[in-house]
Each structure stands twice: as C-alpha cells, then as structure tokens.
C-alpha cells in the first residue's frame, strides 16, 4: 500500500509556502518585512535556530527544508505575541508556525511527550489520558447536584463546555467547583456535557495536529446538537477560541463567552454578594488566548477589582503584551523538551515578574495556568510565598461558598 | 521477507475493572480494550524491519471493539496486509487465540511472525511460544532488536540484570519483543483517515475455537485485605532481636 508521506520531498518549500496561501490570510506571508519584530518579542525567539522571521527568510531562500531539519519549532507556545506585533499583520503564529509544526508531525517528527497527550486525546478524548467516563467527577459531593444534561435531558439557558484540565486536573478541580457554585449563587440555569464531552482540540490544532482537532469538533459538534441551550460559557481561553473563531468554519456555531465575560455581565448582581473581604495586591495574568488573541482584558480585571480588600498591581509585561505561562500551543506536553534546550520554564519568568511587584496573589482565568504557576513558586525561592487563585476561586471566596 | 504480527487487544486499566458476577472473569459491560502495549512494539519492529530491508507486513488480530482503528493505524504506519479473525472470541485464552493464529499464518508462510512477548492479560501463558509449539517454528522471547541475515536472524535477548544475549536463529521463526528498536512512531490523524478510504481489512471466519491445555480460572478477585503487618519499633538492634525473635516463634529459624 502507498501511503503518502509529507507532501514536501519534491520541492519541499514551494509546496509548503503555496499551501499557507489556503489559509485564512495566508498570503500576508508575502508581505514580511524581515524587520525581525516577531523573532524579537518571541519570548522563546533566542534559543531557535529558525524563529518566525528566519523560517520566512528560508522559505524565500528555498530552503525550507533547513527549517524542517531542525526541531527548534517545538519550542512555540504559540501566545500569538509574534502575530500581535508584526507591522504586516501576518497570522504568524495560526498560519507560519501552526502549518510547520504541522509538516513535522506528518514526517514523524513528534517529541514523545507530545505525541502521548496526541494518542490520548484520539483515544480518550482528553490529552491527559483520564478515563472519559471519568470526566464529570469534579461535580460528586457539590448541591445542588451539577445538570449532566445527558443524564436530566433538560433544556437549559448557559451549556457550560467545561474542557479538560478544569475537568480532570486535581489542581484546577476546586476551581471548576467554585465556579459551579458561583452560577448556581446567581440563580443560572446551566448543564454540562460531563462524559460526552470532548477536548476542544485548539491545543492540539497549534501543535500541528489538524486532523486531530477536526475529529474533536466534529464529536462536540454532534453532542452540541442533541440537546436544547442558549448559549455555551467555557473556563479554557482555548475552548472559548476554538468555538469561537475555529469551529465555525466546520459547521458548529454557538453564541460564546468566556466565563469572566459572563460574570463581568452581572457584576451588579455579584457585587452585593462579595461579602469577605481579601485583603491582597493581585497582579492579574492575561491568558494569550483570552487577552492577546481575543482581546478580553477588562472584564478579569474588573471582577478582581470588585473583590473587597484587592488592590489590583500590573506586572511588566501585561494586556496585550502579556508573557505566555509556557502552556499553549502544546507547550503543556513539551516540558521535558523545553526545559532540556531553554533550562528555564516561561512559568518561572512569570511568578518573578509578580514578585517584582510585591504581589501576593498571582489571579489567573486559564485552566493551565494554575498547575504551571503554582509549580512555579515551588522552583523560584522568591516567588515561594505567592499564591496562584483562579478568579473564581477568588471570586467564590469572597462570596462565602 | 514476509513479517506476520499477530496482536491482541486487553482490558484498558485506565477503567476500573469489576468482576462478572460469575467471579470467573471481568465484568464486560463498561470493559475497554486497548493494543497490548509490546504488541504495539511488535508491529513498530515490524515495520523498521521492513523500512530497512524491504518486505511485507501483515498485521492480524482477532476481532474486537477498536480493532479496526489500530489495523488502520498499522497501515497508515507502513504496514501491507490487514487479517481479522471474526467470530465470538469472547472466552478465547492464549491457547485458542494461538491456535486461531496458527491457522491463518500457516497460509501466509512468513519468514518471520513476531509479537509482543507479553500481555498483562496472559493467564495460560502468552501467544508467541504457543504459536510456535503450534507452527512447528523456534521460539526466542524478551527480544529487543533484530539483525536480519540471509535465512536467519540475529535476535537481541534481553536477561534480567542488564544481560543482553544474541540468539542466531534460522527463520522461519517466532520472537517475541519486549520493545522495539525504537518507540513506536505517531501518525497524523489525517493520514489514518486517509488510509480508512483505502485499506482493505481482510475477514476470516473462525468457527471452533480450541481452548485445550489452558488454564480453568477458579475465582476471580480483587485484592483482598488479609490479616494487618505489624510493623517493629526500637533501634536497629531492637528491630533485628524482634526479628529474630519472630522467627524463631514461627519455627523458620
């Protein structure tokens, strides 16, 4: 049987540069300025051999194959900051280094740690590997019991997608908790999808592994389909990407929202309710797909300030300049790898630049975030005294649930 | 060269096993089965082999949920032939499933059959000796690594301890690998797709299967507490005195 490989042996960079122009806005490409800006503010730029801009210049000097032989791309976290600050507007991150790491997997080229949270996510439908039947076991104990729509078939108003570390992960679990108790305080009629529930795939799909990611939708998509809601809310920045701007184009369309969108909307009703005061400087961390890439700064940093006792303090690199936890873009399962060619972790330089700024709680609104800083502080002896909150446990905090 | 890899599918242990109310077996309401990890060695060893050397791989299993994925996933890795063995293999042991095998592979005549050395499911013993003793071929198992040659092969013997032996073998020949030359690769799920629209798995009925010479499970159980440790305090002196002390009550010293 002759199983295509790598549509690249023949003439490798003229088939990889024609096929960026099949995508969205692809053909910016042509457009670099070679101003190096991306390469610049790539906050893993100076230990590749080949970052953004010089993937564009090999390209343009035929000799992408150079790229393909080096491994330097796995150390993209995709945080878009490269795409954010090019002056030619050119979807480096979704277009250049997506489709790169994209022709490294097709060749094989996968780092190990990487390709089990792939054959995870194929086989249980999460990168961590966990039992799906398992997926909805955060919610045991919590009253009222957690709407698992299979389950009630009930119509509701809000499907929370709730994805896979707020799921799954032991540190992100009270936080899926409390975020479940701050609904059912404002009275929201919400379901989950519980075991039916797939990841969303939008870490996987910056890893390069597209076909992945489109099995992943299409799974939502079909759950999406067989029961009655408003409007889905996600905890994952990610989830809330991939639905909004990702599954679309593949026929799944939903009105949706961030969770701290959804609260910033009835803060008035949340007000009155923050009883405990928490008396703390926050410095408040942009997720890059929450921030950066869909532009949602204010409605976090508003719930943090509505807190009784929270003087908010802004770290050095913050908005839309914000530095990456290390996680996205399969980062979350190159930690071996990155650490073995940078010996420092995105996440270290984080909780310093909290420090810097006499924090004492580093406020967070992405499900990677708290396992990545939390193990941070654990590293960095400055940063041991830190505390890393999620804004809904804050917020369920001063709420008294 | 003709390389035959039979696998199997067991228990995934990322689900909680319950046991039947029979107390002979596992409870197959929410089992999932999954590739026997060395397995998935066997047909990665398989496919370097070929790689290397050139040749055929088929890649047989009998029939169960999730089968049909991983033949696939074979193929979109490089392998040629995809065998099915069909029927009720629900109560199949090693003995049967290496009879099954026998029969199928002896119509292939491969030069060299490999297959995992070991499953955690392996209650008679596992496939690959008794495929061997079946086929009438030389058996040499814990094998990482494999040098062809001519009509036979030069198969690296893992031993406990760090020991590694070269076995010559002439083929045909049965190893069983307890890890490939390197970890089994990662295909891009769209070339698995790719090869779903192309690859044919090819279908064998089996009828009777022949379960003799295995083992008749008495009782099937979770580990059961059984009376409490007693855990020795003092110095080390104390402890060895205690200790000895013990022993002697108990009539081994």
Known sequence: MEITLSPLSPSVTKTFYTSLFDLQDGERVRTCLQCGTCSGICPFGYIMKFPPGKIIGAIRAEIFDHVL?????????????????????????????????????????????????????????????????????????????????????????VLWYVGDYASYHSRMQPATRALAKI?????????????EEYSDGDSQRLAGERGLFE????????????YKFNQIITTDPHAYNALKNEYPALGVEYPVQHYTQFLFERIEQIKPLLKNEIKAKVAYHDPCYLGRVNGIFDEPRALLSAIPGVELVEMSHQRINSLCCGGGGGGMWLDGFQWEKAHTRLSEWRVREAVAVNTQILAVACPYEPPRFEDATKTIQAASQLKVREIAELLAESMDL | MKIAVPIKFVPDLVEELTIDPSGTALDTTWLRLIINELDDHAVEQAILLKERSGGEVTVLSAEADGVDDFLFTAAAKGADRLIKLTGDFSAADNHALGRAFADVIKELQPDLILTGVQAHNDLDGSVGPLLAEYLGLPYVGYVAGIALDGNKVVARKEYAGGLVAEVEVKLPAVLGIQAAEQPPRYVAYSKIRQVMGTAKIEERPVSNLESSGGVVVGRLFQPEVAERATMLEGSPEDVADKLVGLFKELGTL
């Open chain 1, 69 to 157: 032989k080096t491994d330097s791309v796995w150390m993209c976290v995709s945080c878009n900051a490269c795409a954010s600050f090019c002056p030619s507007n050119i979807p480096i991150t979704r277009v250049l280094m997506t489709r790169t790491k994209e022709e490294m997997i097709l060749a094989g080229n996968v780092p190990s740690e990487l390709q089990a949270a792939l054959e995870n996510t194929q086989r249980y439908g999460n990168p961590l590997g966990e039992s799906p039947r398992k997926r909805a076991d955060w919610t045991l104990g919590l009253q009222p019991e957690v709407n698992i729509l299979g389950k009630t078939r009930q119509p509701v108003d």
């Open chain 1, 183 to 195: 609904l059912n305080a404002l009275g929201v009629n919400f379901g989950i999808l519980g075991p």
């Open chain 1, 215 to 226: 099995m992943m939708a299409q799974k939502n998509g079909q759950v999406f389909r067989k």
